[in-house]
């Protein structure tokens, strides 16, 4: 077997919501993506992030439907320092996303805070601590 890690697929309801809140946190998704059933952002690395409408997903699992509860994944930022933890997720939240937990100082030595997607789904935002 030869496989390797090349993207993360994520199923949205809302295409626009979802690009436009994707692009604050800095993914450079290409103009007109909103518009698309499918769109992806080049990560670095090499990495792509796709999001897929739900009316897409069902046209090849016409089975699917949306989760319940809480999820089981989430996607995790780093962010440059403790101050921009702070700092996008006040922009996320004064912008009207769902924040999820306020930026707090974590055991295991970063600093840490987590918003929701348009969609729900866990964006965890993180910062190693200064070493005291």
């Not at 946190?25 to 518009?35: D, I, K, T, W």
């Not at 796709?50 to 089975?63: C, G, I, K």
């Not at 006040?90 to 600093?111: I, T, Y």
Request: negative net charge; hydrophobic residues 40%; proline residues 8%.
């Amino acid at each position: 077997m030869n496989t390797r890690f090349d993207a993360i697929g994520v199923i949205v309801s809302d295409m626009t919501a979802s690009v436009s809140f994707y692009r604050r946190l800095g993914f450079a998704f290409p103009e007109g993506s909103e518009r698309q059933p499918h769109a992806e952002a080049e990560l670095p690395g090499g990495l792509r992030l796709m999001l897929d409408t739900e009316e897409t997903v069902r046209s090849f699992n016409p089975d699917w439907r949306p989760p319940t509860g809480s999820g089981r994944t989430s996607l995790a930022l780093r962010c440059d320092g403790p101050g921009e933890v702070d700092a996008v997720y006040r922009e996320l939240v004064a912008a009207g996303c769902r924040g999820e937990s306020e930026p707090w100082d974590a055991f295991w030595g970063q600093r840490y805070a987590i918003v929701a997607d348009p969609d729900g789904n866990a964006v965890d935002l993180f910062a190693p601590l200064p070493a005291s």
